[in-house]
Nanobody
Framework: QVQLQESGPGLVKPSQTLSLTCTVS??????????WSWIRQSPGKGLECLGA???????FYSPSLKSRTSISRDTSKNQVTLQLSSVTPEDTAVYYC??????????????????WGQGTQVTVSS
């Protein structure tokens, strides 16, 4: 059973960079054919996939957030990381990492991902 644990600061100030880590257990970030995705849900909105990193290490970003998003991985720690720069209060959301056999960015649905973590709340506020 794959387990995912998202971690990072719960509060970030506007214009700063948000950094989150997803630690994977019971599976590997190099296991085919998974795309390890970062997804968020803002209050009153649907799920949005910011981007993903494939089992081969290829990285894909949502076009609307590409200029501010960086996704990477540490295979020795079995972790995937997200950095989102120049945050604003609109980036306040619960952030999740989740694996899918399908590559997608932008609006998405929960059922397209095989496993979910608890998510981590991030609030952007001064």
């Amino acid at each position: 059973q794959v387990q995912l644990q998202e971690s990072g600061p719960g509060l970030v100030k506007p214009s700063q960079t948000l950094s989150l880590t997803c630690t994977v257990s019971g599976g590997s970030v190099t296991a085919a054919p998974y795309y390890w995705s970062w997804i968020r849900q803002s209050p009153g909105k649907g799920l949005e996939c910011l981007g993903a990193i494939s089992w081969r290490g290829s990285i894909f970003y949502s076009p609307s957030l590409k200029s501010r998003t960086s996704i990477s991985r540490d295979t020795s720690k079995n972790q995937v990381t997200l950095q989102l720069s120049s945050v604003t209060p609109e980036d306040t959301a619960v952030y999740y990492c989740a694996p899918s056999t399908r590559l997608m960015t932008g609006a998405t649905t929960r059922n397209l991902y095989d496993y979910w973590g608890q998510g981590t709340q991030v609030t952007v506020s001064s």
